[in-house]
């Protein structure tokens, strides 16, 4: 993909004020690999996750190499007051978002009954819920500058076809698809530009995390990405007005795979997958 032209990143706004980047997940994976390009790009960042400690590890070290400012704004987006109160600290500490990455996430391994009603609540209000609050939150603040970008982290999961296990990864990143195209077409015009961003594999904790890591990591090292480059390419994306990218040719190719193959292969394609990894990964502890 081509840069963007250098005058569409200015980190500067019309007033010389230096623009500010909301990212939230963003003390590891893909959301520390986009502080680390804002930054370079002259953004000022607010950090946003659960990590207060790793937080403030990554503001420092990337305010000493730029010359920028870093805040540290410790939430969890599964609770359904968080994005309000994001808000209204920015507010108190003066600090508009002129671009805002929502790329905070998990997976929920196992079956749907495997696991609590309130996993599952909390689940939809951190990668459904937070993105849309936070999105309709940023641009109040867009709209009367005319400037802004929004970069939603989806997945290449949100173009294909579900399969048992993780039941409703897929249908959010879905969801986020959908939702950034829509967004896209109404702010159109208005100097605001929104992205949705689809990686595939891609080398974070977030398999860690889920419980998946000994698995995958049976996949070859062509379909993995690092968190840069996935960062990177997502940047250049929404800073030239793409609403939709997939990160890395074989990931594009699988999406092209998957929208011309018939219904019924596609779906057997992904069963046959699923049933290698996801099915053997249920949460240790139901309750949490």
């Not at 893909?30 to 990590?51: S, T, Y």
């Not at 007051?81 to 003066?94: H, K, V, Y």
């Not at 940047?235 to 793409?242: L, Q, R």
Request: charged share 20%; glycine share 6%; proline share 6%.
């Amino acid at each position: 993909m081509q840069h963007a032209q250098a005058s569409e990143i200015s980190p500067f706004d019309t007033q010389g004020r230096r623009r500010n980047a909301l990212i939230t997940g963003a003390s590891s994976g893909i959301g520390e690999a986009f502080a680390q390009v804002f930054a370079r790009n002259g953004f000022n960042l607010v950090l946003v996750a659960r990590r207060e400690a790793r937080l403030h590890k990554i503001a420092e070290t990337l305010k000493q190499a730029y010359p920028i400012e870093a805040h540290v704004l410790p939430a969890d987006l599964s609770r359904p007051e968080a994005g309000a109160a994001i808000f209204a600290q920015l507010a108190q500490w003066d600090i508009p978002i002129d671009a805002l990455v929502n790329n905070a996430g998990r997976g929920l391994p196992g079956k749907l009954r495997h696991s609590p009603w309130s996993a599952h609540r909390d689940f939809i209000e951190l990668m459904v819920t937070s993105y849309v609050q936070l999105a309709y939150l940023a641009e109040q603040q867009m709209i009367p500058r005319g400037y802004g970008r929004i970069i939603n982290v989806a997945s290449l999961a949100g173009f294909t076809p579900p399969a048992a296990g993780h039941t409703l990864y897929n249908a959010a990143k879905s969801f986020i698809i959908k939702f950034s195209e829509a967004h896209a077409e109404e702010v159109r015009g208005k100097g605001i530009h929104v992205t949705a961003l689809c990686p595939g594999f891609t080398w974070s904790e977030f398999h860690d995390v889920s419980g998946t890591r000994h698995l995958v990591s049976q996949y070859p090292d062509y379909m993995w990405m690092s968190a840069a480059e996935v960062a990177q390419q997502g940047f250049e994306a929404v800073m030239a007005g793409k609403t939709v990218h997939i990160p890395g040719r074989i990931n594009r190719t699988i999406a092209r795979l998957v929208k011309y193959l018939p219904d019924r292969l596609a779906r057997w394609l992904t069963r046959s997958q699923a049933q290698k990894y996801r099915l053997s990964t249920r949460p240790n502890k139901p309750n949490q």
